[in-house]
């Protein structure tokens, strides 16, 4: 069987490294942690745990971080993980993986927590290229990719990622948004670059920012590119937080006919015209039958895991639950209890897959 090693890159991460070192160490041969420069005792954390662990000088370059640690190990594979994600199940899937000789990268479903105000912490997923052979690096001073021609593949390894909620943020400051502006400075024509630094603003609240970060992106990209997906609902979002309604609208047809087995699309339109009918309560009566046809739509499309960040929940017992609201909104108590019981027992058939 080939070797397999876990490469972490980590600056202060002692909060969470020792977590996501226990949920691999029993499936790797070799755990190499490289260290840019921790005030606080991630080093000694992880050499408890049995990693190797050796000292970097950052230089705003995350690529050039993760092929120094790359560097670290002649495993031939290596498991490229965050301190603030960890191994949530499937990894018997990294055994058969190692079995099979075949050159590829392999995609891991990462799921991360983010805000989900009153509910709690919710998933959102994403399939990543984590597995690499020998000899494969990384490129991009920040969101760095693998660079390979090889093809890709998924494999059942799930892991957890809570690095967005709001008090990690707060600890990474404007880090990310620095590099992305430095990156655009020499690729100012990058979609991806202006869509990640879109990202940025937006999970700071920066709506109007990122608004014109997601318009650049969206200008430069196609419908096949894996991210365009995420990209169009994070615009319809911005859009909706802003009340530009007429420019989301626009955004929604357009791109429409290419979305038309994505639940997600049709979940973010209907609360996009909930909004508006809030906002222009005298266009109520005209955009009640379209939330409540776009909510319908999501769950007739259904739950698709893969689709690029398709979000659990908005095929199922998430739309189910608007419409319970929608129809409680409108004096149906009959619709309003069937939809929550719906709802109910959507989301505790799914509630395996959910728990954080």
Known sequence: ?????????????????????????????EICVLDTGSVDDTPALARRHGARVAHWRWCDDFAAARNAALALTDCDWRLVLDADE???????????????????????????????????????????????????????????????????????????????????????????????????????DDAYLHYQLGKDHEVHGRFADAVLCYAEALARTGARDAWRHDLVLRALFTLKRLQRFDAALQLAGNEMPHWQASPDFYFTLGDLLLDQAAAQPQQAATLLPMIEASWQRALQIGECPDLPDSVPGRGS???????????????????????RARAAAMRAAAAPAMVP
């Not at 017992?317 to 939809?339: I, M, P």
């Open 86 to 188: 960890w191994i949530a199940g499937g990894a018997d899937a990294l055994a058969a993986w190692r079995a099979d000789a075949t050159p590829r990268l392999g995609l891991v479903s990462v799921a991360s927590l983010i805000d989900g105000g009153a509910g709690g912490p919710q998933l959102a997923p994403g399939w990543l290229p984590r597995l690499l052979p020998r000899g494969v690096g990384y490129r991009g001073r920040v969101h760095e990719q693998p660079v390979s021609a090889l093809p890709r593949r998924r494999l059942a390894l799930q892991v957890r990622h809570d690095g967005y909620l709001p008090e990690a943020m707060a600890r990474k400051g404007d880090r990310n948004q620095r590099l992305l502006q430095l990156a655009l400075q020499q690729d100012p």
């Open 317 to 339: 017992f998430l739309a189910a639950h608007n419409l319970a609201v929608l129809y409680e909104g409108v004096g149906d108590a009959v619709q309003a209890r069937d939809w």
């Open 1 to 29: 069987m080939s070797s397999l090693a876990l490469i972490l890159i980590a600056r202060d991460e002692a909060r969470c490294i020792e977590r996501c070192l226990r949920s691999v160490a029993a499936h790797v041969d």
